[in-house]
């Protein structure tokens, strides 16, 4: 069965603080794996899929990198902004192209 | 449109009481799925169709749930004979390829009294 653990499940940092969130996936095969934004009372707002081990993304702070195992995302320099939950998501190969969801990490940054 | 559309966005219901929760998706978006988030948690998969062909419908608590999408756009999630525990946010996403990123809707609240 696919697995996604994120970690941690909660995070304070201060503005400017930098720091990563962390998704390990247990598949039998990586397809993709997708990384949200998701603020309260909205849907998840999609960020940057990642394919292949050694691939990374970048979006103004934030980046997104992916080994075998695991993928994180960066956060430089935060801004009270950035102060969401961040999902992460896996797509196996092998037939199936439903997403697995995480349950998040929480972050709060304070100015 | 420009996103997937939800609605209602909030629904309230008595208990035992059918009801049914829209998803347009993006125009052209070929895969459609459906999840139930509850608070603090990511996404729970439901199910999910290509076109109008259902894919899997594994994700469904029991069968008090069902879903369609007869013209490949629009879908529909019903849950028939709604219970207490059926409370909770239900979402609806669509991609534009089985293998590419899901853009999510803003969600349906369901809460049942």
């Known amino acids: 069965e696919d697995q996604v653990t994120q970690s941690p499940e909660a995070l304070r940092l201060q503005e400017g603080e930098s720091s990563s969130l962390n998704c390990s996936y247990t598949?039998?095969?990586?397809?993709?794996l997708f990384w949200y934004r998701q603020d309260p009372g909205k849907g998840p707002e999609f960020l940057f899929t990642?394919?292949?081990a050694g691939e990374e993304k970048e979006k103004e702070r934030l980046k997104a990198t992916l080994t075998k195992k695991e993928s994180f995302l960066h956060i430089t320099a935060p801004k009270p902004e950035d102060s969401a939950t961040y999902l992460c998501a896996v797509q196996a190969e092998g037939g199936s192209y439903i997403p697995t969801f995480g349950r998040g990490t929480s972050l709060i940054v304070h100015p | 449109g420009a996103g997937v559309s939800q609605s209602p966005r909030y629904k309230v219901t008595k208990r035992g009481q059918d009801v049914a929760l829209r998803c347009d998706p993006i125009s052209g978006h070929v895969s459609l799925y459906w999840y139930r988030q509850a608070l603090g948690q990511g996404p729970e998969f439901l199910t999910y169709f290509n076109y109008e062909a259902q894919q899997d419908k594994s994700g469904l608590p029991n069968d008090r749930f069902s879903a369609e999408r007869p013209e490949g756009s629009i879908s529909t999630l019903t849950i028939q004979r709604t219970e207490q525990r059926d409370s909770a946010m239900y979402r609806c996403?669509?991609?534009?390829?089985?293998?590419?990123?899901?853009?999510f809707g803003q969600g349906t609240r369901l809460t049942v009294v």
């Open positions: 598949v039998s095969g990586l397809r993709g």
């Open positions: 990642l394919y292949s």
């Open positions: 996403a669509s991609s534009s390829e089985p293998n590419t990123e899901a853009f």
